[in-house]
């Protein structure tokens, strides 16, 4: 596979009773012992996760046929309004934040400077001025049904991001290729058993919630659009998977995230405007 699509015969989707996410992550220590409310909230994301591979619409394969979601052309054909903005942000790749900087719980897969980031929503709350910047990939996101979180992921030269899977499977991942500078296994994301190489202008649909990794071992920057979207479940998964999702905003873990993200906001800004205003030597 080296399109970011599937043939057909490769993306038959997963009988709910055959699905092996498994609710851990290889490699991860767990965390020692959590409170009793977090005991107990963790209990209820992991029977909402068993209901999610039961009553999920499109089956539970790790990487999806891009037709099983129409709109995955829209955002394709959106790439070259997108790929504007982003090269006018990377303008200041070095400004922009590390994840584990804004998400302090991804230090658990990555702790150096070579992953960053550009939000424009997290976890459903919007960052506004960067939406300013960005108002044509906002407009094409926008396309996106239940979109959570949208980004720009991006992967400096040699950085290699361990297996992990992602904290909950009420959400699918979408990722288009934006900068790509090399289609080899020097660049890749490894889903469950499946290989897959980012291609500029195409998507790639999987479930995080299947152990996966992804590497940069090429000496040029590679970047992604990388978005979240809530997955198509039946009732009553569905009414859990949105009282959770609508819950979670309201976590440590995620309020502390916002919060880390909106000073970040306020520097880079605060800098760009004192740069602007800057008279004339």
Same mark, same amino acid.
């Given at each position: 596979?080296? @399109? *970011?699509?599937?043939?057909?015969? @490769? %993306?038959?989707?997963?009988?709910?009773?055959?699905?092996?996410?498994?609710?851990?992550?290889?490699?991860? #220590?767990?965390?020692?012992?959590? %409170?009793?409310?977090?005991?107990?909230?963790?209990?209820?994301?992991?029977?909402?996760?068993?209901?999610?591979l039961k009553y999920a619409k499109f089956g539970?394969?790790?990487?999806?046929?891009?037709?099983?979601?129409?709109?995955?052309?829209?955002?394709?054909?959106?790439?070259?309004?997108?790929?504007?903005?982003? @090269?006018?942000?990377?303008?200041?790749?070095?400004?922009?934040?590390?994840?584990?900087?804004?998400?302090?719980?991804?230090?658990?897969?990555?702790?150096?400077?070579?992953?960053?980031?550009?939000?424009?929503?997290?976890? /459903?709350?919007? %960052?506004?001025?960067?939406?300013?910047?960005? !108002?044509?990939?906002?407009?094409?996101?926008?396309?996106? +049904?239940?979109?959570?979180?949208?980004?720009?992921?991006?992967?400096? !030269?040699?950085?290699?991001?361990?297996?992990?899977? *992602?904290?909950?499977?009420?959400?699918?991942?979408?990722?288009?290729?934006?900068?790509? +500078?090399?289609? %080899?296994?020097?660049?890749?994301?490894?889903?469950?058993?499946?290989?897959?190489?980012?291609?500029?202008?195409? #998507?790639?649909?999987?479930?995080?919630a299947y152990e996966h990794e992804a590497w940069?071992?090429?000496?040029?920057?590679?970047?992604?659009?990388?978005?979240?979207?809530?997955?198509?479940?039946?009732?009553?998964?569905?009414?859990?998977?949105?009282?959770?999702?609508?819950?979670?905003?309201?976590?440590?873990?995620?309020?502390? /995230?916002?919060?880390?993200?909106?000073?970040?906001?306020?520097?880079?800004?605060?800098?760009?405007?004192?740069?602007?205003?800057?008279?004339?030597?």
């Amino acid at each position: 596979m080296n @399109d *970011g699509t599937l043939k057909q015969s @490769d %993306s038959q989707t997963s009988q709910p009773g055959n699905a092996k996410q498994t609710f851990e992550t290889t490699g991860i #220590a767990p965390m020692g012992r959590p %409170s009793l409310v977090t005991r107990f909230f963790m209990g209820i994301v992991s029977w909402a996760e068993t209901l999610n591979l039961k009553y999920a619409k499109f089956g539970n394969p790790p990487v999806y046929d891009n037709a099983t979601f129409p709109w995955s052309k829209e955002i394709e054909k959106a790439w070259p309004e997108i790929r504007a903005e982003l @090269d006018h942000v990377l303008l200041r790749q070095s400004e922009l934040p590390a994840f584990q900087d804004i998400s302090t719980d991804v230090k658990t897969i990555s702790t150096d400077q070579n992953w960053k980031t550009f939000f424009l929503i997290g976890f /459903g709350v919007k %960052s506004e001025q960067n939406i300013r910047a960005c !108002p044509r990939t906002w407009e094409a996101v926008q396309k996106i +049904p239940n979109l959570k979180t949208a980004m720009f992921s991006i992967f400096e !030269p040699g950085k290699h991001l361990p297996a992990h899977r *992602g904290p909950y499977n009420g959400v699918l991942r979408l990722h288009v290729g934006m900068i790509v +500078p090399e289609q %080899s296994d020097r660049l890749a994301i490894r889903v469950k058993d499946q290989i897959c190489h980012w291609q500029e202008g195409k #998507a790639l649909i999987f479930d995080d919630a299947y152990e996966h990794e992804a590497w940069n071992h090429t000496d040029k920057t590679r970047v992604v659009l990388f978005v979240d979207f809530v997955k198509p479940l039946k009732f009553p998964a569905s009414f859990v998977n949105w009282s959770l999702m609508n819950l979670a905003v309201f976590t440590p873990f995620i309020r502390e /995230g916002l919060d880390n993200h909106k000073e970040w906001e306020k520097r880079f800004y605060a800098e760009a405007e004192a740069l602007r205003n800057r008279p004339d030597n």
